[in-house]
């Protein structure tokens, strides 16, 4: 049979499109690659920056050197939640975010550059799939000239207006975004801002003023915000070592279940850094000092050399109260009394030296924050009462600041106070001792009272968990620094801004150098008998009245 003829395939009839539509179709496919080469979209983070972006803590600490990739990690984490591109959803679809930074340059040179200006990191063509991808110098450190600055982690697509403090200098005061975020920048050198809500705060580096950080703890409550630090770690700044320190401790409670978590990057981890250039970056930070080199290289807080006691560690200097006899500080031992008056604190510390004279042991402390004399009064006198104290040693410096109102030093006022609660040491009396005004003498003392004796134990003892208040200002006594043509120069002055009241009082109890002296024997307590027959003697005299008896007496029955 003849092959039947096939007919031809039918082709599909393709609607023509016009040249407007050809304009947009091409439009469309441009925006959708540009799209996909924003720098969202590029980033790729190392493990532990990874870790950063999928923690849930409210609060979060980011601690590296230089270029050990902190602000590139947490700027990246701004972005992705005012963009909607968070992929751990951790953020609301929309709300606030703030940025702190040091001072206005900090906030036009870095914080606007991170955000809105290309080259957070670098870019490169995959040499074989084509594609944009991060650069990388392990494998592309040959083809770094084909190399671009990655596009704004936030594109300006998405900008919907912004307004400026000085828009020359890229000092930004705040920008609304079409997702529904809006952005604040604030500079750490004012007041903090009070009265609002933010949902996410982020504090990058240095700041001037320590109030913005408990000010922004309390502004994410209500939205059960995060606050995230980033910053190298600047051993000026308490507010920063706290939040390490309360890290640390969280952490060793909770491990990845609590609330504040504390990340470490060093520089030498930084994959996306030239070899070479790391190590010129060590011998660099190595001819400054050991400390300039931990500091910028290890993240680690430099303290050493600029804390004021740095050998003081409670597991040295810290004494077990099972170690006491009775568990308590016997009433034979000399005891004494430090005070540091003031307003804002008063602080006391309560020293003990036993007869053998082995140790000085500070088994106590009052810190009474807005204080006056009553108050101090009040308190005083539940520590001291019925206890033998050899001396009380006062702050003469304070003691001379007048009040305003009365015109009266505080010593004085002490003073009266103690008079009116009849409250004496056997030297002093109700009144105090000035404490030594010699700085450098005093420190020293302290310094020879921490050290470590031959037989492994130092003569300044602190009973443990008795002056929480004292080790964490003792941990936080810091030299004076000088800056000289811009280089730190650490003086042995100590620095007494902040809370230091307890420290110095321990300074003036070293001074004093306390010894023992054998407490005088106190009465032995009548027997309950006695008061029982001179009862008895005075109700018989007042039932024989005014007569005389000739007879014999009748004692009655005892």
Excluded at 118 to 123: C, D
Excluded at 336 to 359: K, R
Aim: aromatic share 8%; net charge neutral; charged share 25%.
């Amino acid at each position: 049979m003849p092959h039947p003829k096939r007919s031809p395939p039918k082709i599909p009839q393709i609607p023509a499109i016009t040249q407007h539509e050809q304009n947009k179709i091409r439009e469309l496919h441009n925006e959708l690659k540009s799209r996909e080469l924003e720098g969202l979209n590029l980033y790729k983070p190392s493990p532990t920056q990874d870790q950063i972006h999928q923690c849930k803590a409210s609060e979060i600490l980011v601690i590296g050197g230089n270029r050990s990739g902190k602000s590139l990690c947490t700027f990246v984490e701004d972005a992705r939640c005012v963009c909607n591109k968070d992929p751990y959803k951790k953020y609301p679809d929309k709300g606030t975010l703030v940025v702190i930074g040091k001072d206005w340059r900090h906030i036009g040179l870095v914080a606007y550059a991170m955000l809105f200006k290309p080259g957070a990191f670098r870019i490169i063509k995959d040499a074989t799939t084509g594609d944009w991808r991060t650069y990388s110098p392990e494998t592309d450190a040959d083809r770094r000239s084909e190399s671009r600055p990655a596009p704004p982690l936030i594109p300006e697509r998405l900008i919907k207006s912004t307004s400026w403090v000085l828009k020359s200098a890229n000092y930004i005061q705040s920008c609304e975004l079409h997702t529904g975020w809006t952005i604040y920048f604030f500079s750490s050198e004012g007041d903090p801002v009070q009265g609002f809500q933010t949902d996410r705060c982020h504090i990058d580096e240095d700041i001037n003023n320590e109030n913005w950080v408990p000010e922004m703890q309390a502004r994410i409550v209500d939205r059960k915000g995060v606050l995230t630090w980033s910053a190298m770690p600047h051993s000026t700044n308490n507010a920063l070592l706290g939040l390490k320190e309360r890290a640390e401790e969280q952490e060793h409670l909770h491990g990845e279940k609590s609330e504040i978590r504390h990340f470490k990057l060093r520089f030498l981890d930084n994959a996306f850094l030239d070899a070479d250039e790391k190590k010129k970056s060590i011998e660099r930070w190595s001819a400054v000092s050991l400390d300039t080199l931990r500091q910028r290289a290890e993240g680690d807080f430099v303290v050493d050399s600029v804390l004021m006691y740095p050998n003081f560690a409670m597991d040295v200097h810290g004494f077990s109260l099972s170690d006491l006899p009775e568990s308590r500080v016997p009433s034979q031992w000399t005891r004494y009394a430090v005070i540091d008056p003031g307003h804002t604190v008063t602080a006391v510390l309560f020293a003990a030296v036993p007869p053998d004279e082995s140790m000085i042991l500070v088994y106590d402390q009052l810190y009474i924050r807005h204080c006056n004399a009553r108050i101090f009064g009040e308190q005083f006198e539940k520590k001291v009462r019925g206890s033998h104290f050899h001396a009380f040693i006062i702050d003469a410096h304070g003691a001379r600041i007048r009040d305003i109102g009365s015109g009266r030093l505080p010593s004085e006022q002490y003073t009266e106070e103690l008079v009116n609660r009849n409250i004496r040491s056997q030297v002093t009396g109700a009144s105090f001792l000035a404490g030594c005004d010699d700085i450098p003498a005093r420190t020293e003392a302290a310094r020879s009272m921490l050290h470590i004796r031959p037989n492994g134990t130092p003569i300044l003892r602190v009973l443990r968990n008795t002056c929480p208040d004292l080790e964490r200002e003792i941990k936080r006594y810091r030299k004076k620094v000088n800056y000289v043509s811009g280089m730190p120069v650490v003086t042995d002055m100590p620095n007494t801004r902040g809370d230091c009241h307890l420290v110095q009082c321990l300074e003036y109890l070293c001074a004093y150098a306390p010894s023992y002296h054998k407490p005088p024997v106190q009465p032995e307590a009548e027997p309950w008998w006695v008061k029982v027959v001179e009862r008895r003697k005075k109700m018989l005299a007042q039932e024989q009245g005014s007569f005389v008896n000739l007879g014999p007496s009748y004692k009655g029955d005892l």
